[in-house]
């Protein structure tokens, strides 16, 4: 097709494709996954470190921090510059990091650009060496932050919360542990919001049966494959792999196997779409010339341009900018009245994606590949995906893509995997089928349920969505801090980290005012959560339109959005207004919302 989409008819046709591609992934199966238990815990277990052996801790303290992701170092930094020392950090991981820990497959680096990205920059007195920093230094860049903010002092790994649950009459949490610890805590910030690292396995069947290698992306076996994060992996030259799923971490590490492995298949269910990256080494001179204050005003251009608030200058001007440049500033050029600009907009988005298309001709030799790689349907329905590499990778006489034509995988057997009839045997499967995320149960991703007032558990509460005020707070359940992911009732910001960035602001806020104050706990007052539930609903349906239009994806329920809850939503602002909103009621000082109860 021509990326001239400007004719009545060829616009229909694509929107006719489009929904055709659509309905042949509606299957009933769909979005069905393995809980990670039995043979199949292996699945989810640390291959990085081992756990130590320790003695069962029983202690008292002012706050746990659930989590040491870098929500958790965050949160460890507010509450210092606080005035709190007294905290305790629990993380079933073996060292800090939360995502970058754990996703050490290779290749993989943020694309988010490291400017806007990592938190503390300034603070730190860190510059990135790349625009988009590899896994390795993310990591080695959390350890920094841990060593500065006092983590390692009062952090216990490989620990997870198997209890929690409030006292009434203590007023202060009671958390129990899978290594046996008893710890009394007044306040709990659970900073496993976006909790990219608990993995998820597609329900396919015969998983079990498979007799050769296999892991999740997240749990890379460099035993098996060789190398390291940035090192070619050498143990794969004589062996033939298939990696399942071709989203954000595919094609991150797609390149690097088809370099390596004597046979690599790739097996799609729906093509990503495929953007320019772009990385490139750090300008030092124009780094080191950056004026104090510069990452906090970098972190607002970003979201600015990317969700079409106003700015003055695109400081970004990356594949990110693009959905403004591409999407958005369309609908603000003068002349286009209000009655027209829903067909704007889709013109606009339907040729953007025709340009996306077009590179993958330009790029993919063989055009029968060339045409099972393109993306058809609206840009925004699945995470945008950025890489440099991956394309062409399909030019390798050694890489099969195995497309399913959006059906998935028929099963799995003792020596590979059947695609519609066909068996492909190879020696290794890995799995890059994604992770528990926002529209997961918030204790799913915990990993344990929480009770609060009155014997009320966090999952009954939450049954059919969550109820908040701001987002992370929660009523019947005080001195308790749930940081978000975009659908507990907060905004939607493409870059995840300034959600923890003003979460964590914000908490610490909280905690040290109610412990200036004199008051024992705080607690949501029912009306005000009310209210802000109430917001949220009054514009949950917003986008149904466009999400029952879209692929089936994680945005819209796998196609089936009648099983979506309406509370599970975003709250209807835009990224800075959303934050400042929350700015705004810290200044007015009077907690508004909030309960404060019991002298201290």
Same mark, same amino acid.
């Given at each position: 097709?021509?990326?001239?989409?400007?004719?009545?008819?060829?616009?229909?046709?694509?929107?006719?494709?489009?929904?055709?591609?659509?309905?042949?992934?509606?299957?009933?199966?769909?979005?069905?996954?393995?809980?990670?238990?039995?043979?199949?815990?292996?699945?989810?277990?640390?291959?990085?470190?081992?756990?130590?052996?320790?003695?069962?801790?029983?202690?008292?303290?002012?706050?746990?921090?659930?989590?040491?992701?870098?929500?958790?170092?965050?949160?460890?930094?507010?509450?210092?510059?606080?005035?709190?020392?007294?905290?305790?950090?629990?993380?079933?991981?073996?060292?800090?990091?939360?995502?970058?820990?754990?996703?050490?497959?290779?290749?993989?680096?943020?694309?988010?650009?490291?400017?806007?990205?990592?938190?503390?920059?300034?603070?730190?007195?860190?510059?990135?060496?790349?625009?988009?920093?590899?896994?390795?230094?993310?990591?080695?860049?959390?350890?920094?932050?841990?060593?500065?903010?006092?983590?390692?002092?009062?952090?216990?790994?490989?620990?997870?919360?198997?209890?929690?649950?409030?006292?009434?009459?203590?007023?202060?949490?009671?958390?129990?542990?899978?290594?046996?610890?008893?710890?009394?805590?007044?306040?709990?910030?659970?900073?496993?919001?976006?909790?990219?690292?608990?993995?998820?396995?597609?329900?396919?069947?015969?998983?079990?049966?498979?007799?050769?290698?296999?892991?999740?992306?997240?749990?890379?076996?460099?035993?098996?494959?060789?190398?390291?994060?940035?090192?070619?992996?050498?143990?794969?030259?004589?062996?033939?792999?298939?990696?399942?799923?071709?989203?954000?971490?595919?094609?991150?590490?797609?390149?690097?196997?088809?370099?390596?492995?004597?046979?690599?298949?790739?097996?799609?269910?729906?093509?990503?779409?495929?953007?320019?990256?772009?990385?490139?080494?750090?300008?030092?001179?124009?780094?080191?010339?950056?004026?104090?204050?510069?990452?906090?005003?970098?972190?607002?251009?970003?979201?600015?341009?990317?969700?079409?608030?106003?700015?003055?200058?695109?400081?970004?001007?990356?594949?990110?900018?693009?959905?403004?440049?591409?999407?958005?500033?369309?609908?603000?050029?003068?002349? #286009?009245?209000?009655?027209?600009?829903?067909?704007?907009?889709?013109? =606009? $988005?339907?040729?953007?994606? *025709? %340009? &996306?298309? !077009?590179?993958?001709?330009?790029?993919?030799?063989?055009?029968?590949?060339?045409?099972?790689?393109?993306?058809?349907?609206?840009?925004?329905?699945?995470?945008?995906?950025?890489?440099?590499?991956?394309?062409?990778?399909?030019?390798?006489?050694?890489?099969?893509?195995?497309?399913?034509?959006?059906?998935?995988?028929?099963?799995?057997?003792?020596?590979?995997?059947?695609?519609?009839?066909?068996?492909?045997? #190879?020696?290794?499967?890995?799995?890059?089928?994604?992770?528990?995320? =926002? $529209?997961?149960?918030?204790? *799913? %991703? &915990?990993? !344990?349920?929480?009770?609060?007032?009155?014997?009320?558990?966090?999952?009954?509460?939450?049954?059919?969505?969550?109820?908040?005020?701001?987002?992370?707070?929660?009523?019947?359940?005080?001195?308790?801090?749930?940081?978000?992911?975009?659908?507990?009732?907060?905004?939607?910001?493409?870059?995840?980290?300034?959600?923890?960035?003003?979460?964590?602001?914000?908490?610490?806020?909280?905690?040290?005012?109610?412990?200036?104050?004199?008051?024992?706990?705080?607690?949501?007052?029912?009306? =005000?959560?009310?209210?802000?539930?109430?917001?949220?609903?009054?514009?949950?349906?917003?986008?149904?339109?466009?999400?029952?239009?879209?692929?089936?994806?994680?945005?819209?329920?796998?196609?089936?959005?009648?099983?979506?809850?309406?509370?599970?939503?975003?709250?209807?602002?835009?990224?800075?207004?959303?934050?400042?909103?929350?700015?705004?009621?810290?200044?007015?000082?009077?907690?508004?919302?909030?309960?404060?109860?019991?002298?201290?």
């Amino acid at each position: 097709m021509s990326d001239d989409i400007n004719t009545p008819e060829l616009a229909a046709e694509l929107e006719a494709k489009y929904r055709a591609e659509r309905e042949k992934r509606l299957t009933a199966d769909r979005g069905s996954y393995l809980a990670m238990t039995g043979a199949l815990q292996r699945y989810a277990d640390d291959p990085y470190t081992k756990p130590t052996e320790r003695t069962h801790r029983k202690e008292s303290k002012t706050v746990v921090i659930i989590g040491t992701g870098f929500g958790g170092l965050l949160m460890a930094q507010r509450l210092r510059a606080q005035g709190i020392e007294d905290f305790l950090m629990l993380d079933e991981a073996g060292d800090v990091g939360g995502v970058w820990y754990w996703n050490r497959y290779p290749g993989a680096s943020c694309d988010i650009d490291s400017y806007t990205y990592l938190p503390l920059l300034e603070e730190m007195g860190y510059m990135p060496t790349e625009r988009y920093a590899r896994q390795s230094e993310i990591y080695a860049y959390a350890q920094q932050i841990a060593r500065r903010y006092g983590v390692y002092e009062r952090a216990l790994f490989h620990t997870s919360v198997t209890d929690m649950r409030w006292d009434d009459e203590g007023h202060a949490w009671q958390i129990e542990t899978d290594r046996g610890d008893e710890i009394r805590a007044s306040f709990v910030v659970s900073a496993v919001g976006g909790a990219l690292s608990r993995p998820k396995l597609p329900a396919i069947q015969g998983i079990e049966e498979f007799n050769g290698a296999s892991f999740h992306t997240s749990r890379w076996d460099y035993r098996y494959t060789g190398g390291g994060p940035d090192l070619e992996l050498d143990g794969l030259a004589d062996r033939s792999v298939a990696i399942i799923g071709t989203g954000a971490t595919a094609l991150q590490a797609v390149p690097w196997l088809g370099r390596a492995a004597q046979k690599l298949y790739v097996v799609q269910r729906t093509p990503s779409t495929v953007a320019p990256r772009n990385n490139e080494a750090t300008d030092v001179s124009w780094f080191k010339g950056l004026e104090p204050g510069w990452q906090r005003e970098r972190l607002r251009n970003h979201a600015a341009v990317t969700v079409g608030e106003d700015f003055e200058e695109d400081l970004i001007r990356d594949g990110w900018s693009d959905i403004y440049w591409d999407l958005i500033e369309p609908l603000r050029q003068a002349g #286009v009245p209000k009655d027209e600009a829903k067909q704007v907009a889709k013109m =606009a $988005d339907l040729a953007k994606m *025709e %340009r &996306l298309r !077009a590179r993958v001709d330009d790029v993919v030799r063989d055009p029968a590949v060339a045409a099972k790689l393109k993306p058809y349907y609206q840009y925004l329905c699945k995470r945008p995906g950025f890489h440099d590499a991956y394309l062409d990778t399909f030019n390798r006489a050694n890489v099969e893509l195995v497309d399913t034509n959006g059906r998935g995988v028929d099963r799995i057997t003792s020596d590979g995997l059947v695609v519609d009839g066909t068996l492909y045997k #190879v020696d290794c499967i890995i799995y890059s089928t994604g992770f528990l995320a =926002a $529209d997961d149960v918030y204790t *799913e %991703r &915990l990993g !344990a349920d929480i009770t609060g007032t009155g014997g009320v558990r966090l999952s009954q509460k939450w049954a059919e969505g969550p109820a908040t005020l701001h987002g992370i707070f929660t009523s019947g359940f005080p001195n308790l801090v749930l940081f978000p992911d975009t659908r507990q009732q907060v905004t939607q910001s493409f870059n995840f980290m300034r959600t923890l960035v003003e979460s964590s602001l914000h908490a610490a806020y909280v905690i040290a005012e109610t412990c200036r104050r004199g008051a024992r706990y705080f607690d949501v007052d029912e009306n =005000a959560e009310h209210e802000w539930v109430g917001t949220v609903m009054q514009h949950a349906h917003d986008e149904d339109e466009f999400l029952a239009s879209c692929t089936p994806g994680r945005g819209n329920g796998e196609g089936a959005l009648q099983n979506r809850f309406p509370r599970a939503s975003s709250y209807p602002l835009r990224t800075n207004a959303f934050f400042d909103l929350w700015d705004d009621w810290r200044q007015q000082g009077g907690l508004a919302g909030l309960r404060l109860e019991g002298a201290r």
